[in-house]
């Protein structure tokens, strides 16, 4: 299922290509999102909610929408678990988009994990470490990495 964080007042695209022939679109929250038969979503009100797709076949996919009033620091993981030297980049992207942002990533114990400016996470240890990515419009958002 596909998530998606928008802006209130934002227009969305939703494609789907793992359903034949799309027969139906339909939101369950129409405060909070509408969908038309073209899968144009509009977010609408704050809140979440569930987009249904349905194919020709019968065939259904679901994506969920957050709408979200004010910016919000959104990771792609708050939660990970690395064997030893594993990687993973962090993602992190601030919702609504907002041109010039930077980001910076810091290790509560670089003992157990690393993670350079890019937000590429380094497994170096056992334990537990909070990955905590501000930006330099003062958001802050955390990932827990074991």
């Given at each position: 299922m596909s998530e998606y964080f928008a802006g209130q007042g934002r227009t969305y695209l939703e494609k789907r290509t793992?359903?034949?022939?799309?027969?139906?679109?339909?939101?369950d929250n129409t405060a909070v999102a509408t969908v038309n038969q073209a899968g144009r979503i509009v977010a609408r009100g704050v809140g979440t909610a569930r987009i249904t797709v349905i194919g020709s076949n019968g065939m259904k996919t679901c994506c969920t929408v957050n709408v979200l009033t004010e910016k919000t620091l959104v990771l792609d993981k708050t939660a990970l678990t690395l064997s030893l030297?594993?990687?993973?980049?962090?993602?992190?992207?601030?919702?609504?988009?907002?041109?010039?942002?930077?980001?910076?990533?810091?290790?509560?114990?670089?003992?157990?994990?690393?993670?350079?400016?890019?937000?590429?996470?380094?497994?170096?240890?056992?334990?537990?470490?909070?990955?905590?990515?501000?930006?330099?419009?003062?958001?802050?958002?955390?990932?827990?990495?074991?």
């Open positions: 793992d359903v034949h022939l799309v027969s139906h679109h339909q939101s030297a594993e990687q993973y980049i962090l993602k992190a992207s601030v919702i609504p988009e907002e041109t010039g942002i930077t980001y910076t990533f810091k290790s509560s114990n670089t003992a157990v994990v690393t993670v350079n400016a890019g937000g590429r996470i380094v497994a170096r240890g056992k334990g537990t470490a909070i990955i905590r990515v501000i930006t330099s419009n003062g958001l802050t958002a955390n990932c827990t990495v074991e």
